[in-house]
């Protein structure tokens, strides 16, 4: 599920047993602004933080933005196939 604002998305994790304190929920904007990525790709950048590390990461996550950005990814599709190539996940 991607949801249209990251504060849905959020919420829809904590449902599934995620916890995230209050410092990482500021780690998580902070990445957001630092990069000005959009809710669709701040969202992707938690869940393949997730995916990867089990845990929040804030230096993956943000080097996942980082790297969305400078490929100038748009989409989920291009964003796993980046992943992918990368043997991140």
Known sequence: MLAA?????????????????????GFIEFGKIYTAS????VNLAIEITLKAQYEFDGSFYI?????????N???K???YKLIKERNIL
């Open 73 to 75: 990814i748009k989409s």
């Open 5 to 25: 604002s990251t504060s849905d998305y959020l919420n829809h994790l904590q449902t599934k047993g995620f916890s995230f304190r209050e410092d990482t929920l």
């Open 77 to 79: 599709k291009a964003a």
């Open 38 to 41: 959009s809710d669709k790709l």
């Open 63 to 71: 080097a996942i933005l980082e790297m969305f950005k400078a490929h």
